[in-house]
């Protein structure tokens, strides 16, 4: 785990909601995992004073850089979003437990911002030769990022949008329900990131003998296990840091 300054190369707008910021980290680089993230902060003292939680986006580790994604929605994503290349950030990472790497067929499937940490995902898969599909939703085709990259490492990319501007019209969870049914069971991995409702419309095909993993999207003071501020509940009736335990988790494992 990694410490430390780390210098910004890129920052730029992909979408009028999302942006990409490129930072040199070799150590978080060599090291990380998809599915695991990072928490940044900018130079600044106390305001705001803890660090933000960002999925690893992108990982090129010959560089020795590292790609995060972000919406801009509050004070801390406001003053990062300020910051210029050049400029640093303080890093804590990599953090977490990330996705298995499991034999056979995968099924990326993300919606909004979860999109980011399968695109790491889907750059390992092709490395390790596996059958990539990815079913990818947004609000709007403009909020669709890292398509290109996506059909670079998959045999398949699929897309929906809440207002149809761009492949089906509906959301991501329609994409994997018409995806899945019909087909032989068990079938490919899923591995699922995005917001709540996805995630257990996702999970719902466990039960139908399929392996779901699923990415937790949740408020990280701490990034440690430390502050227990971002427990998910699980079926036995306890609960795991989402930090430390996750952020992917096994869909029969918690309760979403």
Known sequence: MYLGPARILQH??????????VLEAPQVATA??????????????RDPLLRRPFSLGRVDRQAGTINVFFRVVGRGT????????????????????????????????????????????????RRLNRPLTALLGARTGAELFGLSAFQEACGAVRTATDDGSAGRHGTVADLLDAHLEGR?????????????????????WSSRGLRVEVSLEENMACGLGAC????????GGGYENVCTSGPVFPATEVSI
């Open 12 to 21: 730029t707008g992909l979408t009028p909601a999302v942006r990409e910021m």
């Open 32 to 45: 990380a995992a998809p599915g695991q993230f990072v928490h940044l902060a900018g130079d600044w003292e």
């Open 78 to 125: 406001r003053r990062l979003a300020a910051l210029n290349p050049g400029q640093t950030v303080n890093l804590l990472g990599p953090l977490g437990r990330g996705f298995s790497l499991p034999a056979g067929e995968w099924l990326l499937a993300g919606g909004g911002l979860g999109i980011a940490p399968l695109l790491f995902l889907a750059e390992e898969g």
């Open 184 to 204: 032989d069971l068990p079938g490919p991995t899923v591995f699922a990131c995005g917001p709540k409702p996805f995630l257990r419309r996702a999970a719902g």
């Open 228 to 235: 227990r501020g971002c427990v998910v509940a699980t079926p």
